[in-house]
């Protein structure tokens, strides 16, 4: 109930400040395991995703949203563990595979998983290969993946800038891709996920028009 609450307050908060543009809800699973593969281009795309969405979306947080002190830390620790974050230690050796290990677990109990297949936030706007990560926990969790780009959160919290600022975004939602339906006939494993990364890639391309990166 408190994350039903809290996602509403925030939906109110975004619709006046933010006035999202969505489209293609409709291609989201309303049930059973889903990955949502968007483009990052700043902290909010991790928390107007979830508001936009038409489920419960997990994504991955940093672990310091979680340990800070004092009334700051612990608001942050409440707002990030009600919104059903996962939190992650980013100088862990084995951070990468422990990430993916949470994605599946959410996964295998039917959960909406969310990820940034670029690994990172695009500090210079243009669209970068994604990483395999993806594709091993579609094929791994049996889960169809909807591509999501986002634009215009890059405006709200531009590189270095601590404060948001008000400017419309936008979140489209693509639809669904089958990762049994992605694969050549004969390819590696490795081949299998190079491949279903990219049409995932592709298709953020698409519909965020962001210029590719070399």
Request: net charge positive.
């Amino acid at each position: 109930m408190t994350y039903r609450v809290l996602k509403l307050v925030l939906s109110l908060l975004a619709f006046v400040l933010l006035r999202p543009q969505v489209t293609g809800r409709n291609n989201v699973p309303r049930s059973g395991p889903v990955i949502l593969a968007s483009n990052h281009l700043s902290f909010i795309d991790s928390l107007i995703i979830p508001i936009v969405a038409p489920r419960h979306v997990t994504f991955l947080a940093k672990a310091e949203y979680f340990t800070g002190r004092g009334i700051k830390g612990r608001l942050s620790r409440w707002f990030f563990t009600k919104m059903g974050h996962i939190p992650v230690q980013r100088d862990d050796p084995r951070a990468g595979t422990r990430s993916l290990e949470d994605a599946l677990a959410v996964l295998t109990h039917g959960g909406a998983f969310g990820i940034y297949p670029e690994g990172t936030r695009s500090r210079d706007g243009r669209l970068h290969k994604g990483r395999t990560g993806v594709a091993w926990l579609a094929l791994a969790g049996h889960a169809p993946v909807v591509p999501v780009a986002v634009r215009g959160t890059d405006k709200v919290q531009p590189v270095g800038s601590r404060l948001p600022r008000i400017h419309r975004v936008q979140v489209h939602f693509g639809r669904p891709i089958d990762p049994a339906r992605q694969i050549t006939a004969g390819a590696t494993p490795a081949q299998a996920r190079r491949e279903l990364t990219d049409e995932v890639m592709a298709s953020i391309h698409r519909m965020s028009g962001q210029e590719l990166a070399a």
